[in-house]
């Protein structure tokens, strides 16, 4: 495994997230941003963004599988949230738990999050892009 997460100390110590990622590597990866789309190009959780953010995190699973690699490799996360207020964070975490369950992943990569107005589709509430470092 390339990546290694830590929580120094001096930094406190977030549930959702660890604060540092080291990366050994020598591929490195980056993943364009994952909306709640299927393979189809459907949308999955039409207005739900716990499930959105689900969705989302299981496609960037998919993109490292193709390029042989998995969540363990993910060195930085960032993630769009349309119209972000902190009372979201209760959904925006508790996609994040499921898609952890579904991919088998913890603890979770360093994370930035970013409110934006919009996203490409009016039906996408989120979007997760990736940077990812394989051995």
Not at 28 to 42: C, P, S, T
Not at 116 to 124: G, I
Request: with cysteine; net charge negative; charged share 15%.
């Amino acid at each position: 495994m390339a990546i290694t997460l830590i929580n120094p100390s001096g930094l406190p110590e977030i549930d959702a997230y660890r604060q540092v990622s080291i990366a050994t590597g020598s591929k490195l990866v980056f993943i364009a941003g994952q909306v709640a789309w299927d393979a189809d190009g459907v949308t999955v959780g039409e207005g739900d963004l716990a499930a959105q953010v689900e969705r989302c995190y299981v496609n960037i699973g998919a993109a490292l599988a193709g390029a042989g690699g998995s969540f363990d490799d993910v060195a930085k996360l960032t993630v769009h949230v349309v119209d972000w207020s902190p009372d979201k964070m209760p959904l925006l975490l508790e996609g994040m738990a499921r898609a952890a369950a579904t991919l088998g992943v913890t603890p979770v990569p360093p994370a930035t999050l970013i409110g934006v107005a919009a996203l490409d589709v009016p039906e996408h509430l989120v979007e997760v892009e990736a940077t990812a470092v394989i051995d």
